[in-house]
């Protein structure tokens, strides 16, 4: 193709630049996502059973308490991010993204964009083999973003974060060329992403719905077992030598194995950690943190999640929450600060917007506009006639000013406690707050939209995201609506401009007007900015996170005390 009709974006990499991303790589990965760490492994240290300093021996076992259980492990139809914890285990991505947001190579060695930017040209790495020993090459690609779109698959997260991808062709056995319905400026970002991880096909095809029991891709750690509800066991890849730029360790992990295992109750998990009968464990209560930071014995690690922050959607579908007054009322009356204060403790930041403040285009500007004022609140919902009662909570033409709050179980960072705060809140200016918690979130919210308010998050790596959650065409699992139900032709072409784009800071623009509409319309609530924290002993050497905050074991090891 003549150069003048391709963005030339080879990003095919010699030994030697292969080399400085290396280097590249060991100054900056993990230690600038490690706070108040006690015991610092990013310099030169002696491992286990190594006589050369700053080398890891292979060896170790690790056990890390999940706070939840994967729903499977077959990344096309996860939705959870928990599971994308272990999937980053046993899969690698086409591309990967640096802390700086960059995109890498990964399986991918490079690639190329056409002038009209709907169609990427990938080299791959030709030495790379899935567990089952298979060998990875371009039709595994095409397998693996096909199946996304076979409706058979029952695709979760991935079915968004594919788009606007059409199809593959084979180029030859390392290069495909992927096409796409429309550009996306998303589109390399959602690549670096787990829910995209390429699949073994032979083994995909054999085991079908089963797939994500018997989980097949090329990642530094081959499964092992899948005990219900207990743990997830993994085992060193002695194979793997194509580690990405975000890890320092190219080859096969330190670790011999390494045990996930499910502990959804906070005591029982910071506790196991504590008798060290886990070496780590994620999602650390508020309310430890301060004092595991204070004990020699322990190290904390936290990182901020990009993408998009817990959030209370107000569904629009229901009155009398499709009038800006109303919800206005509600984002007045909900008194983020003291949630945040009283139930993280210091440790969590209030969020102000539809984004995290380390998502592109997060619009500053917004921190500090919404503050808690009942009296406007209660003025609002005077001018909508509801009075009121003898119980004080207000009517309107025979009917009770009720609010349906709907949150699932367990009580995943205190999201429950959030539903009890905003019910005992919403009181003062006389609504009646009714509480579901429920396992059963799917029927309820997706099928039924039986919620006023209903609280969520995702974890993503590119504005894009916003469209997955307030865009009219986005229905949910049941073909339903959009979290708000919100139908606005503003959003939606604003969103629609900011995915082709190609002028980073006028996406931002786009992106910022988004934003302001969103908080200025009362769509949702922000609550927190998560931060994933992981608790471990010292012993715990070398865990990295990638760009969204998810960790990597790829240098991790077990350094015995002398």
């Not at 590249?24 to 993990?30: K, M, N």
Request: glycine share 6%; proline share 6%.
């Amino acid at each position: 193709m003549h150069p003048s009709r391709l963005m030339k974006s080879w990003q095919l990499m010699s030994a030697i630049a292969l080399s400085f991303l290396v280097l590249l790589s060991g100054c900056s990965s993990g230690n600038s996502q490690r706070e108040n760490q006690h015991s610092t492994s990013g310099g030169k240290v002696k491992a286990q059973g190594s006589d050369q300093p700053g080398t890891a021996a292979k060896g170790g076992q690790l056990s890390f308490a999940l706070a939840t259980s994967p729903d499977t492990l077959d990344p096309q139809r996860t939705g959870l991010a928990v599971a994308v914890r272990v999937l980053r285990t046993l899969y690698d991505t086409l591309v990967i993204q640096g802390t700086d947001n960059d995109i890498q190579p990964s399986l991918a060695t490079g690639w190329e964009v056409s002038s009209d930017r709907k169609t990427y040209t990938f080299k791959l790495r030709q030495d790379v083999t899935f567990h089952d020993g298979t060998p990875f090459k371009a039709e595994a690609v095409k397998f693996t973003f096909d199946r996304i779109l076979d409706p058979a698959t029952k695709a979760s997260n991935s079915a968004q974060l594919i788009k606007p991808y059409a199809s593959s062709e084979i180029v030859d056995d390392y290069t495909v060329k992927i096409h796409l319905t429309t550009p996306s400026n998303a589109f390399l970002s959602n690549l670096s992403q787990a829910q995209l991880a390429i699949v073994s096909p032979a083994a995909a095809a054999k085991d079908g719905e089963q797939f994500g029991k018997n989980p097949i891709g090329s990642g530094p750690f081959k499964f092992v077992e899948w005990q219900e509800n207990a743990q997830i066991v993994v085992e060193r890849n002695p194979d793997y030598k194509w580690g990405p730029g975000n890890v320092e360790n190219k080859g096969a992990p330190y670790l011999e194995r390494l045990t996930f295992k499910i502990v959804p109750e906070e005591a029982t998990r910071l506790g196991g950690v504590q008798s060290k009968q886990v070496d780590a464990a994620e999602t650390v209560p508020p309310q430890n943190i301060l004092q595991l930071k204070s004990d020699p014995n322990f190290q904390v690690f936290s990182i901020n999640t990009g993408g998009l922050p817990y959030t209370l959607f107000i569904n629009q579908e229901n009155p009398p929450w499709n009038e800006l007054k109303a919800r206005k009322a509600l984002q007045l009356a909900i008194d983020v600060d003291a949630i945040v204060k009283t139930l993280y403790l210091g440790t969590y930041d209030r969020a102000w917007s539809p984004l995290a403040p380390t998502t592109l285009g997060y619009d500053n500007t917004l921190e500090n506009g919404v503050k808690a004022d009942v009296e406007k609140a209660n003025a609002l919902l005077d001018e909508l006639g509801w009075k009121a009662g003898p119980d004080n909570i207000r009517e309107k033409d025979g009917k009770k000013l009720t609010l349906r709050y709907v949150d699932g179980s367990p009580n995943r960072e205190k999201r429950n406690d959030i539903a009890a705060m905003v019910q005992q809140q919403l009181k003062k200016i006389g609504v009646l707050t009714e509480v579901t918690i429920t396992k059963d979130v799917r029927s309820i919210v997706h099928e039924q939209s039986n919620y006023d308010i209903h609280g969520n998050s995702q974890v993503n790596s590119d504005p894009e995201a916003l469209r997955n959650f307030y865009h009219s065409e986005i229905k949910n699992m049941a073909g339903r609506h959009n979290y708000p139900a919100l139908n606005s032709p503003e959003v939606d072409e604003w969103i629609n401009q900011g995915t082709v784009e190609t002028d980073k800071a006028k996406r931002e623009e786009i992106y910022k007007k988004v934003q302001h509409y969103i908080i200025d319309n009362a769509v949702i609530i922000p609550i927190y900015v998560f931060p994933y924290t992981v608790a471990a002993l010292n012993s715990v050497q070398d865990l990295k996170f990638d760009a969204l905050g998810y960790p990597l074991f790829n240098d991790v090891y077990i350094q015995n005390k002398p």
